[in-house]
């Protein structure tokens, strides 16, 4: 199935008022729900955590949908599961090291996100490490932490190529669903933790994927160009819209759009070029304004979206149980 299927099979909607969500039949067996903003806090009490393998991932992907859920209450963490080790630019692996770690920190600061956790695998190599590892490392920070949502690389996605992507993604999803159990990992209940279940999801992927849900980044696309402008070191944005005006420049060339002083270069460049017209060559994906358009919003994100409905039996009981 090519990327843009989901996007083509899509039939138009109307605006309807004073909904945070809208419903629309996409085939005769998937269904996808439009995500809109919300006033107030909505989300307060709960947690997220953003899961990315490198410090470009959530920044690129679903970073105007968790400045969003932020901005409604939720309380985030940032989770990078690689060191980002890799020469570039003229500078040493070690400067490399150092630096993705800097921009993760500033990435996560632009979203409003509360700490961040590196697990530091080596970058690349992550199908070289026991998913086991990974896994029981992030069932003791979702317990840890009680994290409620996640979002993060689909573990489902097709014709992933990079191997840090499926292993955190497999590893996420293994360990979603066994931190909520009573059985693994007892010594966490003695130190203190407890069973935590991880009922919200929020996948992108690179390749096809199932869509479900579109979320409405209209009001916090610039909080992604934020978290994009922070990626310095690793791109595909950080200041690459001032190194282009500066070649454009040598060769008697200018880009109205780059006009301005160097941050507006790069904020542009983002916008437009990253997120938009070269997205598809930068990201792999659909470009955000696109997507938004096919659903009548101004800017958006995708993803497979997984939500698991808690127990009614207690609520059956409280309705039907009698006193003998």
């Known amino acids: 199935m090519e990327r843009r299927d989901f996007l083509n099979k899509s039939i138009g909607l109307g605006l309807v008022p ?9 085939n005769m067996t998937d269904e996808v729900v439009i995500e809109r903003p919300q006033p107030g806090k ?8 953003a899961i990315q393998p490198h410090s470009d991932d959530i920044s ?5 949908t968790i400045a969003k859920l932020i901005k409604e209450g939720y309380t985030g963490y940032m989770i990078r599961t690689s060191n980002d080790d890799h020469a570039g630019r003229g500078n040493t ?14 990435v996560a600061k632009a979203l409003g996100l509360k700490k ?15 998913i086991q590892e990974i896994r029981a490392r992030l069932i003791f920070l979702f317990r840890l932490l009680k994290v409620d949502t996640i979002v993060t690389y689909d573990p489902w996605g097709h014709y992933e190529e990079n191997p ?32 935590h279940s991880v009922r919200e999801r929020y996948y992108f992927a690179r390749g096809p994927q199932l869509v479900n849900r579109v979320v409405d980044i209209g009001d916090t696309i610039e909080k992604k160009i934020d978290a994009n402008l922070a990626n310095v070191t690793q791109g595909p ?29 790069n904020r542009n460049y983002i916008k437009h070029f990253v997120l938009d017209i070269d997205s598809v060559s930068q990201r792999g994906v659909p470009s955000d304004r696109e997507v938004g358009m096919a659903y009548g919003l101004k800017w958006a994100e995708r993803f ?21």
């Open 18 to 26: 004073n909904t945070a969500l809208i419903r629309q039949k996409v």
């Open 42 to 49: 909505p989300h307060k009490g709960k947690v997220l955590a």
């Open 60 to 64: 690129i992907f679903a970073a105007g």
């Open 93 to 106: 692996v070690g400067e490399v090291i150092k630096n993705n770690e800097s921009d993760n920190l500033a």
């Open 116 to 130: 961040v956790y590196d697990l530091n695998y080596r970058n690349h190599r992550m199908d070289n490490v026991s």
């Open 164 to 195: 840090d992507h499926y292993v955190t993604a497999r590893a996420v999803e293994a360990a979603r669903w066994m931190a909520g159990g009573g059985r693994d990992y007892p010594e966490h209940f003695e130190a203190g933790l407890s069973p």
């Open 237 to 265: 944005a950080g200041e690459a819209g001032a190194r282009l005006r500066k070649k454009l420049a040598s060769e008697g060339k200018y880009l109205p759009l780059l006009e301005g002083d160097e941050e507006t270069a």
């Open 304 to 324: 497979h979206y997984i939500n698991v409905e808690s127990s009614q039996i207690s609520d059956y009981i409280d309705k039907h149980a009698k006193r003998r």
